[in-house]
């Protein structure tokens, strides 16, 4: 029996849910122009190490142009919040209301789910002819964090608080939580549970321009080299430069070689756009990760060994990089910084970076 009143466990098996959860995160990545859940919880569920949750609740759903508690058609940035309201909890995401059937590969759907008796956003389940379970939104829950997103036609209604409050009965004192958006919702919802800011992430953005990168591997002067990465050959020496880089980042310094071969299999992953960075003797001292979709390239991750640091090696590798990403055809080059890196945040907005989005985590109080 669920032990939940609003939120149903997934398990790995479970196609049909997890089809529901991915296309609840697909549509607010559509909508919002980020991601609910980032790449690292999606990669710990696919390895087991989460649990996917669906929000359900009984009864019909709101239709998918109703304002219906939501307002004049506001998209949850920047409307006005009534006392108490969870609005968008702490994962922000706007998705309109589309029927879908649990089992069906249409994303549209004819208004009415038939297998499995759930709904998503705008459709009525019906098992047996009896209004069943409603979709309303989904969330991650294991290893100490929470994740949630609620669709917005069905918002200002408890579902947030009321997910949260499972989720977190299911952690430990540690818990954190991620807030995609730095929304005003997120923020109220977290003090009234306890929680506190813990870190804050920026995304930080810039047009790309041909032949305004920088001068790259010709501005080295000590011997170093930029080099494409070689699988197989060169993980091992990458994921120990890494871990002392990012010797106190919580998630980029736990990478292991596994997860820079899953990584690997991804469709994006080209080691060409993987550039290391090596001195006169042919240590690795440095590198520059790309990623690579559409119009945006993304600065996966860049790293420079301590003893490199104040000989402009980071500098050159993302002049490097921002070459590579145009030359690529990209015209907007991203990344992630945590806010309190002075350093790397100082050289990113020096090359023309500006702030984008805002992401926060928050980490409930200990009794």
Partial sequence: MNEFRILSALSAAD????????????????????????????????????????VTVPGIAVSAGSTNDIGDGADGV????????????????????????????????????????????????????????????????????????IRPEYRRRGYGREAVRELAATEPNGLTAWSHGDHPAARALATELRFVAARTLLELRKPLVAGAAGAGASALAGGETITAFRAGIDDAEWVALNALVFATHPEQGAMTEADLTARQAESWFNPEDFLLLRDAAGRLIGYNWLKVEGAIGEIYVVGVHPD????????????????????????????????????????????????????????????
Avoid: K, W
């Fill in 78 to 149: 920047g409307e006005r919040l009534d006392p108490g309201a969870d609005g968008t909890d702490f994962e922000t995401a706007h998705v309109r209301g589309i029927a879908v059937s649990a089992g069906s590969t249409n994303d549209i759907g004819d208004g009415v789910a038939e297998s499995g008796g759930v709904a998503e956003s705008g459709g009525v389940a019906e098992s047996g002819g009896v209004a069943d379970m409603l979709v309303v939104g989904a969330a991650l829950g294991g290893r100490g964090e929470i994740d949630l997103v």
């Fill in 308 to 367: 490199g640091a104040g000989r402009g090696l980071g500098r050159a590798l993302m002049q490097a990089g921002l070459q590579r990403l145009t030359d690529a055809g990209c015209t907007i080059a991203a990344l992630y910084v945590e806010a309190d890196s002075l350093g790397p945040v100082h050289l990113y907005r020096d090359l023309g970076f500006a702030d984008h989005t805002v992401d926060v985590q928050y980490r409930r109080l200990t009794a």
């Fill in 15 to 54: 196609a049909a849910g997890l089809a529901s959860f991915h296309r609840v995160a697909a549509a607010a990545l559509a909508f919002d122009g980020y991601a609910p859940f980032n790449e690292q919880a999606l990669y710990d569920l696919q390895a087991g190490l989460r649990t996917a949750y669906l």
